[in-house]
Every structure is written in C-alpha cells, then in structure tokens.
C-alpha cells in the first residue's frame, strides 16, 4: 500500500479515536488544526502528492479525497453530540423546585406615601394627581398669592423661559382638580415639588409632598381637626395627640400650624421636638374665599379644608433618621434596612 494511503487511513482511525472521547469545543477544535489546519497533515500532503509516481496518483487522490471528506463528517458529529450534551445540561427541569427571585422594595418615602394615602382613602378621600411642570395661575394665581410674596422670587421657584414653573407645592392639583369638577371634592395630593432650598440635612431641592382638600356645605375646623387627629392615630398609634397655633398662609383663612406629639419622648420633651413636647408637622386651614372664588365656587354656600406635609419630614420622624440627604443618596446600605 501507497505510504501517503497509509497515513491517511492512519490518521482517519486516530480522528475516530480522538473525536470519540473529545468532551469539549476546544478538543475538537483542537483534531480540525491538527488535520485540515494551515500547517495540518492533509495540507502537508498535498505537497508529498506531487512527487508521487502518475500511476499512483489516482488511487492517492481518491484516498485523499475520501479521508478529507471523512474526518469533516466526524468533525461535524462530534461538533453536534457536543452541543447536544451542552443543552441538555442547560435545559430548564421543570420537576425541580422553582428559584426563588429576590426582588427589591419599596423606598421609605414610597412606602410612606403608600400608608399616608391608605389612611385617607379610609377616610374617604380620593388620590388627584397633577403635573409637575406647572403654570403661574395654578401655583400662585389661583391660590391667591400676593404679587410681592417672597415664594414668586426666582431664588425660590425653578422657572422656564416660556413662563411656566416646577411646582413648588402639590396645592395645584387641588385648584386643578376643583376646576375640574363641582363640588363637593375630597382630595388628597401626594406628590414631587421644587424649590430652590440649599441641600442640608433638612431642605433638599425637590422633595415630597402630600396635600388634602375637602370642600362641601358646612365644613369646619373642627372637621379639619378630627381629619388630622385621625391621621396621627393611623400613623403614629393613639398615644398620640395634635395640637393647632395661629399661623398665616395665602390661601387659607383662618390658618394654623399643626404638632403631633413628640414620637422620641412620647411628649415628654427632649432635643428633638426642643423640650415642648410637640414636633411641628405643616399647615392647615379653611380655604380661603377668594380661592374658592378663583374656581368658580359660590363661598356663600360652599367652605371647606385644606392641609399638607413635608413626607420625607415624616418618613425621617417614623424612622429616626437624622439627614434627609441619606433618602437620595441611594446607598444600598441604607436602603436595606427599610425592606
């Protein structure tokens, strides 16, 4: 037999051999170089064919030809037995027990906005949502606030070239909504407002806010004092008390501050709420004729509440949290311990 035959029938039964017991892509791949590379053994056997006697030629072709052909076809299948095993092993056993998928949570002031709105919709009051990008009118026109207050001062309100705003207060929605529909409206506003405040440990440049508005026929202050007593008790437990002070806001009159007692010291006094024994939370009052008047709303027969709160306030409060810039700063540290 020819030795170029030979060497090829060879290497045909050392392929089968290697082939067969290869496990991995690099082990075949390693078979394909060895045989039909550049520098392989049916490259190099072209070179020898030509020095072969004419006579023999046609049988080294033909044996050329044939072990080329052979060793692709044994190539291919173990490319394909491989894969096939590499799938199986990858294939989704549906008789095992299913991973359990650690998903993430909510934020703090999230999850207080979520309990904030719980307790009103107990309440009956409804969530009313409005734009962030807001016109003068709505944040301050309508909500009958002076020309000269110091809130219209573009060192504290984000204004835009066309005239429009950042709200600087959720309170929009409600002129928004009470423009919107007929009364009576029960309302609550939780939402995202900006002001030009220098970031420290209490002020941040955009912030959360939850506002409430109720309007119907003989609305008092006493209807607003026993909305937000309520609110204290769901949010805080019933050890906790509230209390009203005279205070000044353009859109309500008369118009109050409002404390919750002091959650640190239970009303005892301390550092925290400077020995009084209260926290001060936001502000209230009965809504202002002249806004009602703004909307289209007869005073005469209509009267009614408004209130609202800081949330990232009550979030630092219900967890004792000492710099409102840890709430923005997305350290997964911090997050963590609200899951």
Not at 76 to 97: C, F, G, M, Q, Y
Not at 102 to 111: C, Q, R, W, Y
Not at 118 to 139: I, K, W
Not at 279 to 300: C, F, K, Q, S, W
Request: charged share 25%; hydrophobic share 40%; proline share 5%.
């Amino acid at each position: 037999m020819n030795p170029i035959v030979e060497r090829i029938n060879a290497a045909l039964n050392q392929a089968e051999a290697d082939l067969s017991a290869a496990s991995t892509p690099a082990m075949v791949e390693e078979v394909r170089v060895a045989l039909l590379g550049r520098k392989g053994l049916f490259t190099s056997l072209t070179k020898d064919m030509g020095a072969a006697a004419p006579e023999e030629r046609r049988v080294i072709g033909q044996a050329f030809n044939t072990g080329r052909n052979r060793v692709q076809e044994l190539l291919a299948a173990a490319e394909e037995r491989i894969n096939s095993a590499e799938e199986k092993a990858h294939a989704l056993d549906v008789t095992l027990p299913g991973r359990k998928w650690h998903a993430g949570h909510k934020h703090p002031v999230t999850m207080m906005i979520d309990d904030c709105v719980a307790a009103f919709r107990r309440m009956g009051f409804v969530v009313a949502d409005g734009p962030e990008l807001e016109t003068v009118h709505h944040c301050f026109d309508a909500l009958n606030t002076p020309a000269d207050h110091p809130s219209r001062d573009v060192g504290d309100t984000f204004y835009f070239e066309d005239g429009r705003l950042l709200r600087t207060q959720t309170s929009t929605v409600q002129i928004r909504t009470m423009e919107a529909h007929e009364p009576p409206v029960r309302i609550v506003a939780p939402g995202r407002c900006f002001r030009r405040d220098t970031p420290d440990a209490t002020h941040s440049m955009n912030f959360h806010q939850l506002e409430g508005l109720y309007i119907d026929k003989n609305v008092s202050m006493a209807d607003l004092k026993s909305v937000l007593q309520n609110f204290a008790w769901e949010l805080f437990g019933k050890d906790v008390s509230i209390r009203l002070r005279p205070h000044f806001f353009p859109f309500t009159e008369p118009s109050v501050e409002y404390d919750f007692t002091c959650i640190m010291c239970g009303g005892k006094g301390c550092n925290v709420c400077k020995h009084s024994g209260y926290i001060e939370i936001a502000g209230a009052g009965m809504v202002d004729p002249n806004v009602l008047r703004n909307v289209g709303y007869d005073p005469e027969i209509w009267s009614g509440f408004a209130f609202g709160f800081g949330l990232e306030r009550l979030t630092m409060l219900r967890h004792r949290i000492g710099d409102i810039r840890n709430l923005y700063e997305n350290d997964v540290r911090f997050l963590a311990q609200f899951n």
